[in-house]
């Protein structure tokens, strides 16, 4: 089934937002075996309806292009894949979708030996909630580490607990590339990448904000660059309540400060020092060979994410950007990470190229999918995780849910708009105002 005739291999993405539908998209045209040239793959994204359903813009600004691409319901997704044949398909969404797609597709896959190779993993560095990520991704065919050390991190706890470790496979983030830095730029650029829900106290975007700004006055030959992810209204991965498009407002920049969008690979392009609290956008400086300072000024904590760079040698304040200090990675260190600023990028995928062409060959076809989470190992949790998406204990469409065999109508799309954006204004004007409420 999965190999045709021309060897064009079918390969379907799964997303929740703009930069999960990047990882998933780029991550496909990476792992697609034999043939992974990308005129012999085409791939048929679908977006997941939901809160971080990206806009047009955000798609345009991600840059990865696909054979075909619509929005669909966790249910309408599954009647596409009992009756589509695909070669892989990647589950670029949060846990809770991956756990609820893989018992769906068990469901609609049951008696097939021939269905594609299901692959899953993480946009970037995993700092938090591990144990619960990683069992919601049991079950899945591939489950993509992004470095050595996340391999080894993922097994432990599967073996921990008993569960099945083959499927971690061990690659790289696969948005890294770009020409390595080679020197500075007239004028010199610094890049703050900011980040939705990191920190997310007004007080701390406002310092650092401040922090950024003053940079630009003390070093006026600079020029000083506010990365932002997404405009008001938009969501990412996470839920940005205190954009900081609005919070600049009050405030009188320089002429050397500016807010730039666009693709993260064109804005590095063009950087001296990249500096973060946490952003994978760290990891792909670093792959360039790029200065890179993760910030101490709001301490070394997880729930900043910047502890993951412990040992980094990139940890630094403001005090000591002002006055000039250049960080230097320990390679070490680098090389744990998946980063591969030694040259070895090229061949990073080959582990899952390998191990796809392998499930896609073997004898027999391909078993019914695992996972970890069943009704009688969870069953006070994983109902809830289902019904999140209408399915059943059993990964059935719960009765109620709604019937998406034919493409919704005009006024349903405007209808359904029109809640998102409802919903987007509900978590970034009112939510914020009834939590400061509270705290009176």
């Known amino acids: 089934m999965p190999v045709s005739a021309t060897k064009t291999r079918r390969v379907a993405v799964l997303a929740d937002s703009d930069t999960r539908w990047k990882w998933g998209a780029l991550t496909a045209n990476r792992i697609a075996p034999e043939n992974s040239e990308k005129s012999d793959i ?129 690659v790289a983030l696969p948005f890294l590339g770009g020409e390595p830095y080679t020197g500075e730029h007239d004028p010199y650029t610094v890049v703050f ?37 997404s405009k008001p209204g938009e969501h990412t991965t996470h839920i940005e309540e205190l954009p900081y498009q609005k919070l600049v407002q009050r405030l009188e920049p320089p002429a050397n400060f500016q807010l730039v969008y666009g693709n993260m690979g064109e804005v590095l392009d063009r950087t001296d020092l990249l500096v973060t ?25 997880e729930v900043l994410g910047n502890h993951h760079f412990v040992g980094s040698g990139c940890l630094a304040s403001w005090d000591q950007l002002d006055e ?45 999918l695992t996972p970890y989470y069943t009704p009688a190992t969870a069953p006070g949790y994983l109902p809830g995780i289902l019904a999140r998406h209408h ?5 059935t469409p719960l009765p109620g849910a709604p019937a998406h065999d034919k493409e919704p109508g005009p006024v349903r799309q405007i209808v359904r708009r029109a809640a998102r954006g409802a919903y987007r204004h509900g978590v970034q004007r009112v939510a914020p105002v009834i939590r400061r409420m509270g705290e009176l």
């Open 324 to 368: 000039g200090h250049r960080p230097v990675p320990d390679e070490e260190w680098v090389s744990r990470q998946g980063v591969c600023a030694d040259g070895t990028y090229a061949t990073a995928f080959d582990a899952a190229r390998e191990r796809i062409t392998e499930l896609l060959d073997r004898p027999g076809g391909m078993p019914a």
């Open 193 to 229: 990448a900011a980040q939705p829900s990191v920190p997310d106290s007004r007080k701390d975007r406002t310092y650092l904000l401040n922090r950024l700004i003053q940079h630009a006055r003390k070093h006026p030959e600079r020029e000083v660059l506010l990365k932002l992810r």
């Open 42 to 170: 085409r791939l048929d994204g679908y977006l997941l309806r939901g809160r971080a359903t990206p806009t047009a813009r955000q798609l345009q600004e991600v840059g990865v292009h696909a054979d075909s691409l619509r929005e669909v319901t966790a249910v309408e997704f599954l009647r596409t894949m009992a009756r589509e044949s695909y070669d892989v398909l990647v589950l670029a969404l949060v846990g809770g979708g991956v756990q609820a797609m893989l018992h769906g597709l068990k469901r609609v896959w049951e008696g097939k030996s021939e269905r594609p190779v299901v692959v899953t993993g993480y946009v970037g560095v995993v700092y938090e909630k591990l144990a619960d990520g990683l069992l919601l991704r049991h079950g899945a065919d591939l489950v993509l580490a992004n470095s050595r050390q996340d391999a080894e991190r993922f097994r432990a706890v599967y073996e921990g607990v008993g569960a099945d470790a083959s499927s971690v496979t061990e």
């Open 277 to 301: 609290i946490s952003s994978t956008a760290a990891l792909e400086s670093l792959h360039r060979r790029i200065p890179t300072v993760v910030l101490t000024d709001l301490g070394v904590r």
């Open 391 to 395: 399915l059943g204990p059993d990964g």
